[in-house]
């Protein structure tokens, strides 16, 4: 059965380099997975992305249109991939908006939770990798080396450690989150989260 994996987590902490590594060993090991990000991933969406990431808005606008930009994305690429026996791994997805816009922005997680009725009636994740870093650390140890790309990246600290709690709630009263502390050592990261992958079933 085809599975669905979400990969959460704050800027910065090595998100991307671990779904790289996880892609690798997929194609590695003859396992078929398609990768995809939010927000984007159809060509809609990522017209929306633009549109979210750098134009100004209030919180529930921004709110609106991740979920917009959600629905387009399961509709037309997760939805037919998993239909198609395909297993989806998807950098962020509705866990981004609770912390982002529920806690941080302050809509507060049942608002967020309602807008994205779509989402949590047809397609929530067999799994959430959260790698679980405090940001103002992984700042640190990047010496300043992230380059603010987006709206929301250069939001202060008191927002980004705002997100981080709101993953940390989730962690704790969500199933579906599987909580990964990053090792400095990336192959050593990618070791654990293949690891607890395998522990649920989802990757071999
Ligand atoms: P991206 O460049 O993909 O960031 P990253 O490399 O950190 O994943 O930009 C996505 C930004 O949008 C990121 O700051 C998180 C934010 N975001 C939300 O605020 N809500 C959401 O629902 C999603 C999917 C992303």
Redesign the pocket.
């Known amino acids: 059965m085809a599975k669905f994996i979400t990969f959460e ?4 902490v090595g ?2 380099t671990q779904l790289k590594l996880l892609e690798e060993y997929l194609k590695e090991t003859g396992q078929e997975a398609v990768f995809t ?4 991933g159809t060509p809609l969406a990522e017209k929306l ?1 633009e549109i ?2 750098h134009d100004e808005m209030s919180a529930e606008c ?2 609106d249109l ?2 917009a930009a ?1 629905c387009e994305h399961i509709d037309n690429f997760i939805l037919p991939a998993l239909g198609s026996g395909k297993t989806v791994i998807c ?4 866990d ?2 609770i ?3 529920g806690y941080a922005r302050g809509l507060g997680r049942k608002r967020v939770e309602e807008i994205n009725a779509y989402a949590l009636n047809v397609c929530m994740p067999d799994a959430v990798v959260f790698i679980d870093m405090n940001p103002l650390e992984s700042w640190r140890r990047q010496k300043g080396k992230i380059i603010e ?2 709206r ?2 250069a939001e202060n600290d008191g927002f980004h450690l705002a997100v981080y709690k709101g993953f940390k709630e989730l962690a704790r009263t969500e199933k579906r989150f599987i909580s990964v502390v990053p090792d400095e050592d990336k192959t050593a990261t990618a070791r654990k989260i293949r690891q607890a992958l395998r522990e649920r079933g989802l990757i071999r």
């Open positions: 987590g704050c800027e910065g998100k991307s990000r939010e927000p984007g992305r979210i990431l921004e709110a991740f979920a959600r950098d962020r997805f509705i981004s908006s912390a982002y816009q790309n987006d929301l990246e």
